[in-house]
Each structure stands twice: as C-alpha cells, then as structure tokens.
C-alpha cells in the first residue's frame, strides 16, 4: 500500500536519489526544495487562504495527494490539562484544531483520497477521539472538515494483522537502524507534519522534524515497556528508551547501533528524530507561528512567554522548511552544539542533512513569499533570560 | 442535640485518662505529657478564642482504673467550656461500661457521648462510633461516626514504586466513602482520623486538606491535634496559634455553607450497590479511584435504586457480585435500552450483539438498543481498571468539567442545589502547599450558568467570575485568579 512516490517525486530534484546512497558524511550535495512564507494573524479564514497560495507558491497541493492517502501528524505534546496561562493549547504549544481543520479542507479540495490525522499522545491508551475530548478540543472540527476523515492514536497497536511496520532508515540511521511505527504510516502516502515553532530545551527547537518525535509509538519506545514485545498500551512517555537511553526497546524492534554512545538527550533526542525524518520521510512541512511561546515547548512559569509572531511557513523538504523557521526564529540554521539554541545538544538540521533528507544551508534554499529578513521573529529577544528554562517535563 | 449536628468538634486531648491510653500506645515524652496535662486545665481553652470550633470532645471512659479521675478532674473544664458556649462530648472507647459513662455524663452536664460500638438505646444523646462497614444507617443518633479513615493527602506510597499506573500520584481521601454515606443518610456524619504520628509536625495546609476532603461532600472531621501542635498551644507558640486559626478559620467556612451539604452530586455515572460485605470493598473502591478521575459519580444504594431518577446519567455501573432482582434488571436494561451504557461484572447475562471499543478493555462490549452493556470477562479484581474504563467508555465527551493548571493531585466535586437554582464546582487540592507553582489554572464546563462565585477555603466572601465560550471546544471557562488557594469553589447560579 505504501506507494514510492515520496523523495523523488516532492524534494527538489538535485541529487535527492545519489544522495541517499552515499555514506552520510561524505556526500557532496543533499536536496533542496523552496519554503514559502507568509504572514498571517488569525486561525480561520486568514489561515486557509494564506495557506492555499503557499500551496500554490510551491507549485499546487493537487500534484502532491491527489488521490492519495495523505496523514497529518499533528502535535498535542505533554499532558492534556496543561496551559500557557489562561490560552488553550493550540494558541500556544499545540498545533490550532482550527489550521488542521482548515488543512484537511484544503487536502480534501485537491483530491486526497483519504485523510488521517494522527498523534501519539503522552501515555494514551485509547482513541485519540478520547485524547481530543479530555483535552477539550472538538474533534468534529477535524473530521467535520472533510468526508473520510479518520483519527488515529499512534501509541496503540494499529488495528488489523500488522500493528507496527519496521522503517529502515537510509544510510543506516544515526541512533537506530530502523524504527517499529504504527502501521497507519506504512499505509500513508504522503504525510503531512503540522507544527508549532517553539523553542525546545532539549532539543534546541522543535520544527517539523521534532513533531514527528510522537510518531514513535510509546507501546516499544516508551516508558515501563515490557522486555520481549511491545505493550499492549502505553504506560509513560519517550523518557527511558528516547531521551535517556537507559534500556533498549522491546527484543521484538532493533536496538540500538552504539549502546556505548552518550547517554545524553541531547545527544540522543536530534539523532532520534532526525532519523525518523529520512526513515518516514515528510512530504509536507507546516510550521505555525501565528501564536506561540518563546522558551520551552511547554509552559514554564517565569520561563516561556505567549508571543505573536504572525507567521506561517510550508514547504516540501522538512529540513530546508526547518531551516528557514530556524532562520526566522532569529537563530543560524548553520549553527551547532553550543550555539544558540543548540546550547546543550546537537543540530537536528545538520544530522537530517547528514542523512541526505535535505540542505539547511540558507544558500541553497528558495525562500518565497515574505522574506526571511521581513519574517524575522527573535524569539530569544522575546523570551525570558535562558538560565530559567532548566529541568521540568519533557515535550515535543 | 441540635447544637451536636452543627458543631464543628475537636478532640481536646487531656486528662489522666488520656495520659493512661497514650503512654500505653505511643512514647510519651515529657512534653507531649505536659500538654496533656495543660489541656485539661480550663486555661487551655484560651486558644479557641474567636475560633468557630464550638465542640469539644473529651476522653471520658475507657474502661480504665483512670476513668473515674477523669471524669472528676474534668469538672474545671466542663464549666469553662459552658461559660465560652462549648459543647463537651465524652469519648468512650474500650472496655468502659457505657450505660455508666451515660449515667456519669448526664451527670456532669455533657452534651453527649460519642461510644465505640454502642448497640443499645438511650434518651442520652449518643454519636455512634464504629468502622465504615457497620454503621448503623437508620439510626436517630445526633451524628454517626466513623472510625476507620486515612488522612488525606498524596499518598507517601507514591513517592516510591506503588505510585499509580499512569505515574500520577496515589490520593488518600475519604470523600468518597462520605458521599456514599451522605447517599444514604441525612444523618451528619463525624469522621475520626488523627494526623500522622512519629513525632512529624504537620503543616498548617495539611490540616486544612483534612477539612476539606471531609466537608466538601458533606461531613466532618473531628478535628484532631498532633502532639507537637498540642504541645505549641499549650505552650503559646505563635505559629501553634497560628494553625489553629487556619483550621478554625478552614472548618468555619464550610459552618457557613451548610447548604452545601444538602447538595447532591451532578455526575453522569451511576454506581449502584449494597455496599455491604464484599460488595463494599469492591464498589467503595471504584468510588475512590472514580473521585481519583475526576469521574463526577452518583452514589446509588440498590434499596434506593428503583425509585431514584437516572436523569443526566451517561452510565451505570452494577458491580456487585450477585444478580440485581428482576425488577432492578429490568430497569437497568431500559436505561441501556434507551442509550446508557450499563458496565456490570461476568454474569450479567448475553444480551446484545458485540460492539468492541477501539481500546483494549477487561469487558466485552455489547450494543443494545440505543446503548452499550459493558460485561466483565472475568470477576471484577480490579477496581482502578473499573473506575478507568467506565471513564472511557462513557467517554470524556461527556465531562461536566475540565480544570487546566490544576494540581496533579486534585479531585472535584460537582453538585447542585435540591431545588436546582444553584450548581456548585469544588476544586479540592490534597498536596502541602497551599498554592499551586504550576501556573495561571482556568475552568471549564459543560453549561452556560447565569453567574459565577468565586469562593476562597477559609475566605469571608465571594470574587464573581465572568464566563467566555472555550475558543477550542464548546462549553464556557473560568479564569481563575492567580492568588486563589489551590483548593476553592466556583458556586453557580443556574
């Protein structure tokens, strides 16, 4: 069911197929695909329209999933009762219900066949219909958005005679060979990832590639795991296996390349994820920051701000989409381990680029729609003094 | 007798009689006997002074060579107490013969006895004292009592491997057994727990978490000292002091909300039971670990069961281990019938047709009619799974109420008024600071109400509140401000 029609046909075309066969450091050139950028200042009407002519911008949704099955991994990080002050999630920390409804109408008017919007909320172990409900949000604003619509929690084993679906990943992987995921993956052909740009303390951002964290199931990578196979629902978060690497997974998914490697989450955390963006490739980035917080990806008081930056970016390469967001954000998409805001970890650009996924050089990368320069939205600036973001819990 | 079920009682630990039951069960050291000592002086009662606590309850017989040296030294204190409009109850506990206490109590002027065990009858007033199983529910005593409590607060089992399944910290709390009682009883209702012992001090928050999770749903606690607190007020500590006036000042608000009490629980789940034998363990517990949730529930004793209104209710859960009679089966099959969800153990019977949910639960799930039976595949062993997948099965869509911010180790309360008028949300926090560190908390629910009262524990008035329509769901939210306690009530007019 899984159709190739991912890499070749969406990133740019340059090098995109020699690179993926090369060793990972000594490739000479990774591919690149324009990022569109727009402004925009409110999650309704503006949101779709700003949003359909970035998809016009990059050359039209309709040739991307027309016909397709098309997946949105949307992000819901951390508990579901947590707030920016007084502001529900998705004006801070989660994706918007609303952008996802206004995207899937959108998908559905170029043609996808079928939509699935799909998370791996924190420790969930029911539908993610229920996650919405207990969250308050209202799932009818998703699947009301578009006939066939379906919601699927990726922590839980995927319904049918194949739970999970083992994706290799190309040039042999940075932290694991290959990743166990839901199986609603394996079925997608083209996937969407919708993230909120925020600051991340452990790894530095979180952008389209460290949405897709949560794409890994907490069922096999996931706290309290039992040893040989994967649970039948989730017990705890990505904390052991993910961020500590103080077990492997169950015996029943590949361990690690290096058990001797840091056990560090900075360390872990942007090859993990970076991994899991040339294992599971996005075909679709969405970067959201028309409200935001500076900081953290999740409230801390006295250490992240609700901000409004009024911007929204799309594009079809995560990396060359993240790096541009990175560049608005204020930071050097060049930059790596102790630089800003790679102060404690390590370039999950750089290591996606290591893996041929796409460049992060700004050179190399057309920026359409408002300039970088024009977009630019410090979030340092605009934050709180970073010696007040350490410890708490974890997100994506 | 009136004045008993209004009072708001303390345990006014002195004596030689309570000097005799401690050294026999705890070390007393030389300041612990002091203060013993110093509380059965008439002087000691200097510290309620301005305070609501308008009861006092005393050792007065416990089958003990001392009782009769209590009850003579008492005298100073009885009249004291009379003079500051202090009700005196006597505690008889043990082998004391308890038509003698009665005698020597109506004797001495005492507004009651409270009596461990008593079966009897008695023109005396007398609070009946025994364990959760065996109260005797239709009695016309002034107050029952209950003995066999936990002191309320996060369990100090959560801090090592028995924390709960979902890694969020166990609740001790005694809410739910007196929302089954306050189902059952109009009777008020005393719960006796003490602070926890070796020689800890407990903070001033803790005893106030102690008040609420008992007067919120609608008893009381007797009010119960450590020795070090004792030990402070006997000796004029400012800070005992202090304490005592936020326990005072924590017990008197709920004196002034009285109505509260009177009531009952909004919840969209129903659980029905006898709540006797091995039914009680099995269903309490679901109630406990419901609260837990924040699963708003509906007590519903089986004798009450074919009279009582299911109205509003999503779900029933029928848990005890024996088949309900014919006509209660009946009734709870039309409740499915017509698109509730009964959740009920393994021999309930093959009615439906199967309609799994997209979960992996302990029952089989059967659509019928309008609705669903949840049937256990096997035995109910396990009431956390029980309490939590009801919870899923009846489906969060169906909440009443959402609190963001709030304590991760909170439980609410959802209730409204017998006339319907007025709806009251209790926000209950059971960890030791009294405000929360974890941000800005907001309130969501299901209904638009005409008004909103903010009422601070312990606060003299209310703050109104101003609704706004949830920007990501429907329904309405409550900003709360930053400088309410982390426990409060948000009370409603409909």
């Given at each position: 069911m899984r159709v190739q029609i991912n890499r070749r046909e969406f990133m740019a075309a340059a090098g995109a197929g020699l690179g993926l066969l090369q060793p990972a450091r000594t490739r000479a050139a990774v591919p690149t695909a324009p990022v569109a950028i727009a402004r925009c200042r409110s999650y309704g009407p503006e949101y779709v329209a700003a949003t359909e002519k970035m998809f016009d911008q990059l050359g039209g949704l309709g040739r991307l999933v027309k016909g397709k099955t098309v997946t949105i991994k949307i992000n819901l990080s951390g508990n579901e009762d947590v707030r920016q002050d007084y502001l529900p999630a998705g004006r801070s920390i989660w994706t918007n219900p609303h952008t996802v409804g206004g995207v899937i109408h959108l998908l559905d008017k170029a043609g996808a066949r079928r939509i699935r919007v799909v998370e791996g909320a924190w420790a969930w172990p029911a539908s993610l219909e229920e996650f919405m409900y207990k969250a308050g949000w209202d799932p009818k604003l998703l699947t009301g958005a578009a006939p066939r619509v379906e919601l699927v929690n990726t922590n839980m084993p995927y319904k049918g005679q194949k739970p999970y679906t083992r994706f290799p990943v190309p040039n042999g992987g940075h932290l694991f060979p290959a990743y166990d995921l839901s199986t609603a993956y394996a079925e997608s052909d083209v996937l969407v990832s919708m993230a909120k740009m925020k600051e991340h303390l452990t790894a530095g951002v979180t952008l389209?590639?460290?949405n897709c964290f949560g794409a890994s199931p907490t069922t096999i990578y996931g706290d309290k795991v039992p040893v040989d196979e994967p649970a039948p629902v989730p017990y705890g978060g990505r904390n052991t296996i993910g961020h500590m690497g103080s077990r492997q997974p169950p015996k029943s998914s590949l361990p690690e390349k290096d058990p001797k490697s840091p056990r560090?989450?900075?360390?872990?955390?942007?090859r993990f994820i970076a991994d899991l963006a040339a294992a599971n490739p996005i075909h679709l980035a969405l970067v959201e920051a028309v409200e935001t917080i500076t900081g953290a990806e999740l409230p801390r008081p006295n250490g992240t701000k609700f901000v409004s930056p009024g911007i929204i970016m799309a594009g079809t390469?995560?990396?060359?989409?993240?790096?541009?967001?990175?560049?608005?954000?204020?930071?050097?998409?060049?930059?790596?381990?102790?630089?800003?805001?790679y102060e404690t970890c390590d370039s999950t650009v750089r290591l996606a680029e290591e893996l041929g996924v796409g460049t992060r050089d700004l050179k190399q990368i057309e920026v359409i729609g408002v300039p970088i320069k024009e977009a630019v939205f410090n979030f340092r600036e605009n934050g709180f003094p970073r010696t007040t973001l350490r410890g708490g819990r974890r997100g994506a | 007798m009136a004045q008993l079920q209004h009072a708001i009682p303390i345990r006014w630990a002195g004596g030689p009689l309570e000097i005799a039951v401690r050294g026999r069960t705890e070390s007393l050291n030389p300041q612990a006997r002091q203060a013993l000592e110093r509380f059965h002086d008439p002087a000691s009662l200097g510290v309620l002074e301005g305070s609501p606590i308008d009861c006092l309850v005393v050792s007065w017989a416990g089958g003990l060579p001392e009782d009769a040296a209590q009850q003579k030294s008492m005298a100073p204190l009885l009249e004291a107490a009379g003079k500051r409009n202090l009700a005196v109850v006597g505690w008889v506990a043990g082998a004391a013969d308890p038509n003698a206490a009665i005698a020597a109590a109506k004797s001495a002027g005492l507004a009651g006895l409270a009596i461990q065990g008593f079966k009897g009858q008695s023109d005396f007033p007398v609070i009946l004292c025994c364990e959760r199983a065996a109260v005797a529910w239709d009695s016309t005593a002034p107050a029952l009592a209950v003995m066999d409590n936990v002191w309320p607060g996060v369990s100090r089992q959560s801090f090592g491997a028995d924390a709960g399944p979902t890694?969020?910290?166990?609740?001790?709390?005694?809410?739910?057994y007196v929302q089954l009682a306050r189902a059952r009883s109009e009777t008020p209702l005393w719960l006796i727990f003490d602070p926890p012992g070796n020689g800890n001090v407990t903070p001033a928050q803790s005893y106030s978490t102690a008040i609420c999770d008992s007067a919120a749903p609608g008893a009381r606690w007797v009010i119960s000292l450590d020795a070090n607190l004792r030990s402070g007020l006997a000796e004029g500590n400012s800070t005992a002091r202090e304490t005592l006036k936020q326990i005072g000042a924590a017990a008197g608000f709920y004196r002034n909300h009285e109505e509260w009490r009177t009531f009952h629980s909004l919840g969209v789940v129903g659980v029905i039971s006898d709540f006797t034998g091995e039914n009680f363990e099995m269903s309490g517990e679901i109630l406990n670990l419901m609260a837990r949730r924040n699963l708003q529930f509906r007590v519903i004793w089986k004798s009450q069961a074919m009279s009582m209104p299911f109205t509003g209710l999503k779900a029933l859960v029928y848990a005890d281990t024996a088949a309900p009679a014919a006509g209660l089966r009946r009734r709870l099959m039309s409740f499915v019938e017509q698109g509730g969800l009964l959740v009920a153990g393994p021999k309930w019977g093959p009615e439906g047709k199967p309609a799994n949910p997209d979960f992996p639960t302990q029952f089989e799930v059967r659509a019928f009619g309008k609705g669903r039976l949840a049937v256990a595949r096997q035995e109910l062993s396990d009431a956390y799974q029980v309490a939590t997948d009801t919870q899923l099965l009846t489906s969060h869509a169906n909440d009443l109420v959402k609190v963001y911010n709030g304590a991760s180790s909170g439980c609410s309360l959802f209730t409204g008024s017998p006339d319907g008028k007025r709806a009251l949300l209790q926000i209950l926090s059971?960890?030791?600071?009294?405000?929360?560190?974890s941000g800005l908390r907001t309130v969501w629910v299901r209904q638009k109400y005409r008004s909103c009262r903010l009422w601070s524990i312990g606060a003299e008035g209310p703050t109104p509140l101003e609704a706004s329509p949830s920007e990501e769901y429907f329904g309405f939210e409550y900003r709360i401000p930053q400088a309410t306690p982390a426990s409060f009530a948000l009370e409603f007019e409909v």
């Open positions: 389209s590639i460290k560090q989450a900075g360390y872990r955390i942007p390469n995560c990396v060359t989409t993240d790096a541009a967001a990175l560049a608005v954000m204020g930071f050097d998409p060049m930059a790596d381990r102790g630089a800003p805001p | 890694s969020t910290p166990w609740l001790d709390s005694n809410g739910w059971y960890a030791n600071a009294g405000r929360l560190s």
